[in-house]
């Protein structure tokens, strides 16, 4: 897949540390992510992919480093700071509100961006009711996009697990991010479910021009999605680059394959 | 007629106690609703709510305040020390518990307990405090269709007046504001929730404030009925089996559990209490709520619990 024209920088992440007691989940690790790409982040079981991932929308601290969002440097962040400066982000383990239907997970995604007072919103009147009427119009936007007019007033807890992915990228998506950090979206999926949310993340890509990381396991998945790749092994980069150098890298064969050391 | 008249008179102030039984309750349903957390320690914040608010009046009133000024100065301060309290629970309690299991949780919230008790005695006093904000005289209606007509305390009309409100304002807060669906979120999935941008803790002071506030009202109501002393908190325990009848998750079970249980145990203990010997009074409502969970266990109106397997 080409690569977007603009190498500005979107996000860069600087030597970031981070321990957990005796266990090192990043080690050092840098890189960035440019403005209108597919990034994607791989490597083995453990290998610090989520790690990475909590460190950048603010639910670990890195004990080391620093991380360069939108031109700002950043120390500590908390999580709902970085939802507001414009980063998204889905679950390994799919997320959801379980009690609520999918219409209202993905109107919950909405919430940085009502505005009207308190009051407002308990009448139900004026300025207030034409917003909410706004913000359900942007849903349900979402809500076509991902073809999912069918469920929308199902609690989501009783639909299948490919489908609440489905709901929780749709969240995502309902916060209009600048940076979209997706965890493993087709784990656990069939064939044919991991093809829609191929076909998903390249429209969103292609049509909201939403800057994406993502983190998988499965290299094939990746290679056909992702601008440029990252490869993690026990806390270290030990690639990075397009699809095709990753490919071919010495050191990535190694740690996918295993090596005799 | 006669005894139409006596059932009436029965139910009537039947419901009104169970109308303080929901305001209890209501309580408990907020925090659970919005964090999950079963919370031990309504009862001693109602017993907290009303010793600032009767012992700031009677201050206040010593001082020479007028009357409505003693009045509007002591819920201030009421709300005050409950918003204080709102704000060191979120800070040294629950929010370090952030991702615990509901268990853990409830377990702190029994600590909070003692803690809010002792506190409360320590700052306030522990004798009986009267408190008298509304008029608690008897009013006799429908003199003309029952001979002696019917008796209704003024205290309890203020009682119904004053839940009624209570419970609209909050089901419109839940449902229709951005803060009610951040609360809804909270409660179902922490992580998720501070992913969108919901502030988590400030999402728990609020609630929490809420809930104190609910305590507040109850206190007020209750002080007025029994004076404010320590026997309040055993309250919450008449609060449990409302909740089971009603719903640990429905503001509307909050208050149908409470009119069911108050008036029940009125009507049990007048009409079986000759026949089958007094006392019905004690154990009539969790006797009640044995059988509801036998039927329906998540309650009149709780959410079914649905569990993938």
Known sequence: MRAPDSSEVLLDVERVSLAFGGVKALRGVSLNIRKGEIRAIIGPNGAGKTSMLNVINGFYHPDQGA??????????MRPFESARGGIA??????????????????????????????????????????EEVEHRRRVEEIIDFLEIEAIRKVPVARLPYGLQKRVELGRALAMEPDLLLLDEPMAGMNLEEKEDMSRFIIDVNNHYGTTIALIEHDMA????????????????????GTPDEVKKDQAVIDAYLGVAH | MIALGQFLEVLIGGLMSGVLYSLVALGFVLIFKASGVFNFAQGAMVLLAGLALVRALDLLMAN????WAAIV?????????????????????IGPLVNQDALTLFMSTIGATFIIEGAAEMIFGSDVYPLRLFPTDAWFVLEGLFPGGILVNKLDVWGGVIAGTLVAGLAIFFQWTKIGRALRAVADDHLAAQSVGIPISRIWFVVWLVAGLVALVAAIVWGTKLGVQFSITFLALKALPVLIIGGL????????????VGAGEKIAEVFLGPSIGGGI?????????LAVLLVRPQGLFGERIIERI
């Open chain 1, 67 to 76: 991380i360069t969002f939108k031109g700002r440097t950043r120390a500590r």
């Open chain 1, 89 to 130: 982000r889905t679950f390994q383990n799919v997320a959801l509100f379980k009690g609520m239907s999918a219409l209202d997970n993905i109107m919950a995604g909405r919430t940085l961006k009502m505005r009207r007072g308190l009051l407002w919103q308990m009448l139900r009147y004026g300025p207030a009711q034409a």
């Open chain 1, 221 to 240: 998945v990746v290679m056909d999605l992702s601008h440029r790749v990252a490869v993690l092994d026990h806390g270290l980069k030990i690639a990075d």
């Open chain 2, 64 to 67: 020479g305040f007028p009357f």
């Open chain 2, 73 to 93: 100065l002591g819920i201030g301060f009421g709300a005050a020390i409950m918003a204080t309290t709102a704000w060191l629970i979120e800070r040294f309690v």
């Open chain 2, 249 to 260: 998750t429905s503001i509307p079970g909050a208050i149908a559990g409470g009119l069911i």
């Open chain 2, 281 to 289: 009074e004690y154990w009539f409502a969790y006797v009640l709520a």
